[in-house]
Nanobody
């Protein structure tokens, strides 16, 4: 059973930075982040595969960086968010996948004030 525990959300002023973390236990092939702003659909933010390939949404390229680490049976995925904008305000969800099966965290709220 894959379990995900997110942390790191909060309130930050525009232009500031936050770092999200998600500890993932279990076998996975990729980890990533999605977000859902109020009144909008959940959208892709970034993903990193087991062979360290990174992919980003155009809206966050150059500002956000995804990375990961592994310690025994636990993987941790990070999302370093710089130059934050009010439009980055959303609940950020960690997602892990083992081939076609996906798992989701409960989400962590990021609020960027103008």
């Amino acid at each position: 059973q894959v379990q995900l525990v997110e942390s790191g959300g909060g309130l930050v002023q525009a232009g500031g930075s936050l770092r999200l973390s998600c500890v993932v236990s279990g076998l996975i092939t990729s980890m990533g982040w999605y977000r859902q702003a109020p009144g909008k659909q959940r959208e892709f933010v970034a993903i990193i595969t087991n062979d360290s390939r990174e992919t980003y949404a155009d809206s966050v390229k150059g500002r956000f960086t995804i990375s990961s680490s592994r310690d025994n049976a636990e993987n941790t995925v990070f999302l370093q968010m710089n130059s934050l904008k009010p439009e980055d305000t959303a609940v950020y969800y960690c997602r892990a996948a083992y081939w076609g099966t996906e798992y989701w965290g409960k989400g962590t709220l990021v609020t960027v004030s103008s």
